[in-house]
């Protein structure tokens, strides 16, 4: 595995992930492949930019030409799939191009990768796939498919055509499904980064219905060691569950970075709840534990305080986010294939 394309490595786990494995793989070469969506930012990698093994290329997956001369151009024979649309949020408000990015790209991707005879296909995944849990019990990889929101469903087709190409044309896939995530370079559209940044500008901090809603909580970092670990060792047509055992309460989340914040509660609302909000994830990582010896190394506590930390110091990042600046990084520096 030397010539590794990484789709969707602008965005927030994309970067986290770029960024470990130039780290841990001296010997590699990497092809960053993103359409700089709203999501994709450039300047998350902008330190690693004069790195001589990592090269951007701003191209659609849905794109077929582009992603077989990307394939051919940097001789590919590694990919890890993150590129997608990935706010629940905006999927109620619009499916469509979930569906064309999340399904019909990955589709694409699974096509050229066939063509060129690509040895590994990662595709990253989510727990939301499986849907809702009540408040027992946990996903496991046999935890029948029931997404609920546009994103989920658009996540779950995805799964199912990455799995249909191993079983039918023995494309060498394998496919995670991770928890939420939190960490550095998270886009504050999402619960912790966007709490964050409202409770530092003085701000509301929306809380959808109860506040009861839980979540599994795992940190970037330790997503990007499990994929790294699935990448090398993986079997190959199998699903691997990923997740830190670290289940919360929106609201005590809420609560808790209110707190690192030094910040008063008074700033939460509770706001009208999301249509079909899923009440409960868990993962059960077993399987990924005992197949493959992987564990979290970030505990919640340290994790979240070092996310509020990098949120404090680079508070110029998200500004340049929340005020659109960031926008103006893309077409001045890179042409679109
Ligand atoms: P993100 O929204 O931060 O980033 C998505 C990236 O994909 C962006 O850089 C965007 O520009 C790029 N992209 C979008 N459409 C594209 C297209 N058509 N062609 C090329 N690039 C395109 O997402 P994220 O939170 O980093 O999630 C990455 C992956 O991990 C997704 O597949 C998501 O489903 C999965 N996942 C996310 C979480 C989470 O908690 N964020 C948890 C489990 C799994
Ligand atoms: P989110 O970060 O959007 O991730 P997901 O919906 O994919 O799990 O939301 C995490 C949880 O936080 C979810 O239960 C919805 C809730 N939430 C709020 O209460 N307020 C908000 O403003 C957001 C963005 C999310």
């Not at 494995?21 to 359409?35: I, K, S």
């Not at 796939?129 to 046999?142: D, M």
């Not at 409202?198 to 009861?212: F, I, T």
């Not at 090398?232 to 691997?240: D, F, L, S, T």
Request: aromatic residues 12%; negative net charge; glycine residues 8%.
């Amino acid at each position: 595995m030397h010539n590794v394309l990484v789709t969707g490595g602008a965005g927030f786990i994309g970067s986290n992930f770029v960024r470990y494995f130039l780290e841990t793989h001296a010997d590699c070469h990497l092809v960053n492949f993103d359409a700089l969506t709203y999501a994709g930012n450039p300047e998350n990698l902008s330190d690693i930019e004069g790195d001589p093994r990592y090269v951007f290329v701003r191209g659609d997956i849905c794109n077929r030409a582009a992603v077989e001369e990307a394939l051919k151009e940097y001789k590919i024979d590694t990919i890890v799939h993150f590129a997608a649309e990935s706010h629940v949020d905006r999927s109620i408000l619009g499916a469509a191009v979930f569906v064309t990015t999340n399904v019909m790209g990955t589709q694409v991707l699974l096509d050229a990768a066939r063509e060129h005879a690509v040895e590994r296909f990662l595709h990253v995944s989510t727990d939301e796939v499986y849907g809702s849990l009540g408040p027992q019990g946990k996903f496991t990889e046999e935890t029948p498919l029931h997404p609920n929101s546009p994103y989920a469903a658009s996540k779950a087709a995805a799964d199912l055509l990455a799995l249909a190409y191993f079983h039918t044309y023995g494309l060498p896939v394998v496919l995670t499904r991770c928890s939420n995530n939190y960490g550095p370079y998270q886009f504050p559209e999402k619960l912790i980064p966007l709490m964050i940044v409202n409770a530092l500008n003085g701000k509301d901090l929306p809380v959808y219905g109860d506040g009861l809603n839980v979540r599994d909580w795992l940190f970037v970092g330790d997503h990007c060691s499990a994929i790294d670990l699935v990448l090398q060792r993986g079997a190959p047509g199998e699903v691997y569950n990923i997740g830190g055992n670290n289940e919360w309460k929106n609201i005590d989340i809420v609560r808790l970075l209110l707190r690192l914040l030094n910040k008063p509660e008074s700033l939460i609302r509770f706001v009208k709840d999301r249509p079909g909000h899923d009440r409960r994830y868990a993962i059960d990582p077993g399987k990924i534990s005992r197949a493959l010896g992987w564990s979290p190394a970030v505990t919640f506590e340290s994790g979240l305080k070092s996310t509020v930390e990098w949120y404090l110091a680079y508070r110029k990042w998200w500004e340049r986010v929340m005020s659109g600046e960031y926008m103006e990084y893309y077409g001045k520096n890179y042409e679109a294939r």
